[in-house]
């Protein structure tokens, strides 16, 4: 049971470069969200999916898209990345939506 | 909109202090609070939850927090903090009708052994 998965871990783009954060749960999981990390902000919800082929904007959804096509995986994409996307990219999973259970996160550099 | 305020940014105390962080959350209505933690280079972790019925929690590594709707408060305790305790401490809050937690911008815990 690994709980909650992020790949990959760190990675640098150049900007205007695309890439996909894949975020996987093995536990049956109805609720999935991705969530953006930075100093003294808190987590800040880009998108969230209430179940498989669903999916909702967060607070800060501009410059992602995100993709729920099976239960246990949800896509989070970059189309043209930029500077200030820069930040640590953490996914959760959750039964029920509030309790929630977070992956290791991606370190992501946008240079 | 809900929000969550954690005011203060950065404690720092020595081992067998008490501890207190502050949370404080705008909502009207019911509200599911929560404190989770996030010690160095690792994920969140929930700490603690409160839905309903005794306003004092217990969570893990004996920390505890009580909720007072009058203040809109849910402050986290702890009576003696161990080095181990520094990290990173998040209040959240659910309102069901959201199906979203809203965090807090986080309290930074360091505990000089």
């Known amino acids: 049971n690994a709980g909650v998965t992020q790949t990959p871990k760190f990675r640098v783009l150049k900007t205007g470069q695309s890439m996909t954060l894949l975020c996987a749960q093995d536990m049956n999981h109805e609720y999935m969200y991705w969530y953006r990390q930075d100093p003294g902000m808190g987590l800040r919800l880009i998108h969230y999916?209430?179940?498989?082929?669903?999916?909702a904007k967060g607070e800060v959804p501009d410059g992602y898209n995100v993709s729920r096509l099976k239960k246990q995986n949800f896509l989070l994409g970059l189309e043209s990345a930029a500077p200030s996307q820069t930040s640590v990219y953490f996914c959760a999973s959750s039964r029920q939506g509030y309790e929630q259970y977070f992956g290791p996160g991606t370190r992501l550099t946008v240079t | 909109a809900q929000s969550v305020s954690q005011h203060n940014h950065h404690v720092i105390l020595s081992e067998a202090a008490s501890l207190e962080l502050g949370c404080n959350y705008s909502?009207?209505?019911?509200?599911?609070l929560f404190w989770y933690v996030q010690y160095p280079g690792q994920h969140l972790q929930l700490l603690l939850k409160y839905f309903s019925g005794d306003p004092l929690v217990k969570g893990i590594k004996g920390f505890e927090a009580e909720f007072i709707k009058s203040k809109f408060s849910f402050n986290l305790r702890k009576p003696s903090v161990q080095w181990s305790d520094t990290a990173e401490y998040f209040c959240?809050?659910?309102?069901?009708?959201?199906?979203?937690?809203?965090f807090g911008s986080g309290t930074q815990l360091t505990v000089l052994p």
């Open positions: 999916s209430v179940g498989e082929g669903t999916t």
């Open positions: 959240a809050a659910w309102a069901g009708s959201a199906r979203q937690l809203t």
């Open positions: 909502y009207g209505g019911t509200v599911n």
